[in-house]
């Protein structure tokens, strides 16, 4: 068995016909960036005989979180064909994937999965969101906005509105071009219609929906812009697309929430797995953001003997799991139960800044 990236124009074509026969076949058209030629040092193979049999794959990005800047890998296409199941060979995949991370300098590992060999990695379902769905006729009518389908003419606008979010995926225009064809090239079971929202021939906004082929919802894939405009827009597409219910997801921080106060929502996390790669380089580029929130805070960070510190004064705080430290920063949907008494100042330092603000994961960077 042999373990290496992608190497050649045969071996990408064979590494994505082993993510459709497992995944769905149009894997090739909505992940050009994840299965493309300037990314075949992150797809990583395990051939047996010639033939590819296991896949795992990562997309290297950047994320603001308001005034700081994160690199993030977002695996993907993780795939082992059937009769090789049970080897491990997509966990040692995931190695040397985390291996050429590392030599990245990349900070955090998004998986788009959870559980299984994900666990066995040291990732977890983490995230703060808050989940909605309400009916059309909890909305109110407005004469002010306006709603229109996506040309290609808007390309410049919402790539000016996008740079403008504090929680963001950063983009440059050639690659969110490329991330809005392929993310909504139909499914079987969905198309992504994109609209943008104007008021007095001024975009304010825009929306990448989710329309089922069944049922009576209109998703949200990724929104951007004016909050109230967004708000503004639900029934306009309800009743373009003759749906009665708006779903969609969004961070705790987001202000769209306090528009949505008298909505109800659930409480849930990203619907994929986390781990951070260097908790002190991680910590470092969150400094800027931990002084806005909580200004001369005085915890010091530390990692040793695979165990994540908090210190300040005499405390010390030890997350002696990488699943545990993930959810700690990033939020989860359950109680952590941190046993905090003794730690009144550290204590005071997580509600304050944890979680942290994150980009909706399954937005168009979804890999």
């Not at 900070?107 to 994900?118: K, R």
């Amino acid at each position: 068995m042999e373990f290496r990236t992608v190497l050649s124009k045969a071996d990408q074509i064979e590494a994505i016909e082993l993510s459709k026969s497992i995944f769905k076949p149009n894997m090739a058209e909505q992940f050009t960036l994840l299965f493309g030629e300037s990314n075949w040092n992150h797809m990583f193979i395990a051939v047996d005989q010639g033939k590819i049999v296991s896949l795992v794959n990562y997309y290297p990005s950047f994320v603001q979180i308001e005034n700081c800047i994160i690199k993030v890998a977002s695996i993907g296409s993780v795939c082992t064909k059937a009769e090789y199941r049970g080897q491990k060979l997509a966990s040692r995949l995931l190695i040397l994937a985390e291996n050429q991370i590392k030599k990245e300098a990349i900070d955090l590992v998004i998986i788009s999965g959870g559980g299984g060999i994900y666990t066995e990695f040291g990732s977890s379902l983490a995230g703060n969101i808050n989940e909605y769905l309400f009916n059309e006729s909890s909305l109110d009518d407005s004469e002010e906005i306006n709603i229109e389908l996506f040309d290609q003419s808007y390309l410049p606008t919402m790539i000016s509105i996008q740079n403008h979010e504090s929680i963001r995926f950063i983009r440059k225009e050639n690659e969110f071009d490329q991330l809005l064809s392929s993310q909504t090239f139909p499914d079987s079971f969905a198309t992504y219609p994109i609209h943008v929202i104007k008021q007095n021939h001024q975009t304010l906004g825009y929306i990448v929906g989710i329309l089922p082929t069944e049922g009576d919802e209109f998703g949200i894939k990724e929104f951007a812009g004016n909050r109230k405009a967004i708000i503004k827009s639900f029934k306009l597409l309800l009743s373009f697309h003759k749906r009665n219910k708006i779903h969609f997801a969004c961070d705790v921080h987001d202000e769209i929430n306090d528009l949505l106060r008298n909505q109800a929502y659930k409480r849930i996390h990203q619907h994929a797995s986390f781990k951070i790669i260097d908790f002190c380089a991680f910590m470092k580029k969150l400094s800027p953001y931990f002084d806005t929130i909580y200004p001369n805070h005085g915890i010091l960070f530390d990692f040793k003997d695979n165990h994540a510190t908090f210190t300040t004064n005499d405390e010390i705080f030890t997350v002696e799991s990488s699943i545990l430290l993930s959810q700690l920063i990033l939020g989860f949907d359950q109680p952590l139960n941190l046993q905090l008494a003794n730690h009144p100042n550290i204590s005071q330092f997580f509600n304050k800044v944890f979680p942290i603000p994150f980009a909706w994961t399954n937005n168009i960077n979804y890999q």
